[in-house]
Nanobody, 121 residues
Framework: VKLVESGGGSVQTGGSLTLSCEDI????????MAWFRQRPGEGREGVAL????????KYADSVWGRFTITHGVAKNMVNLQMNSLLPSDTAVYFC???????????????WGQGTQVTVSS
């Protein structure tokens, strides 16, 4: 497993950004991929996840209705469309993967390097 992230950057409140992640080390279709974020001085929190079995998704309450996670062209790729961004969404966003299929933010053990998202008011 090797997760490569792209996207991120700076945007004003109400704007949109898309994050992409590709697992270039695993081409199978098991497990789940997710996005987590970490604000300065805080712990890492799950934002959105998608699993390959029946494509279940799960979102944090704080992003429900604003963020959408989807698979890319292949199941080892995932995109996070972020709309109606708020200053509170400012964080480093990490792509993550686990080979288990439970749609839970627990158990992710492979991580990308992180990408900064900054939302200004």
């Amino acid at each position: 497993v090797k997760l490569v992230e792209s996207g991120g950057g700076s945007v004003q409140t109400g704007g949109s950004l898309t994050l992409s992640c590709e697992d270039i080390g695993y081409t199978g279709d098991r497990g789940c991929m997710a996005w987590f974020r970490q604000r300065p001085g805080e712990g890492r929190e799950g934002v959105a996840l998608i699993c390959t079995a029946a494509y279940p998704t799960k979102y944090a309450d704080s992003v429900w209705g604003r963020f959408t996670i989807t698979h890319g062209v292949a199941k080892n790729m995932v995109n996070l469309q972020m709309n109606s961004l708020l200053p509170s969404d400012t964080a480093v966003y990490f792509c993550a993967r686990k080979l288990g299929a439970v749609a839970s933010f627990n158990g992710f053990n492979y991580w990308g390097q992180g990408t900064q998202v900054t939302v200004s008011s």
